[in-house]
């Protein structure tokens, strides 16, 4: 498990996969989370725009990276 930092209270879902490089770009972001391919928590979540904050965990293909503060 990898922790990636964030220099704000929280970031949106969409951003952070970007932001911790597990997709390529907010067009790819959009496609996955819609899928059901993205887990936070453990919960399947289909909302890009989910207010992630520090020690929430993001899973998506394999990876599990945990939101940290900066």
Do not use: W, Y
């Amino acid at each position: 498990m990898n922790d990636i930092p964030i220099s704000d209270h929280s970031i949106r879902l969409g951003q952070f996969l970007k932001l911790a490089n597990l997709i390529d770009s907010g067009a790819d972001a959009k496609a996955v989370i819609a899928d059901g391919l993205v887990r936070v928590n453990d919960d399947v979540e289909r909302r890009r725009g989910r207010q992630l904050v520090a020690g929430d965990v993001v899973e998506f293909a394999g990876e599990s990276v945990t939101v940290v503060s900066e």
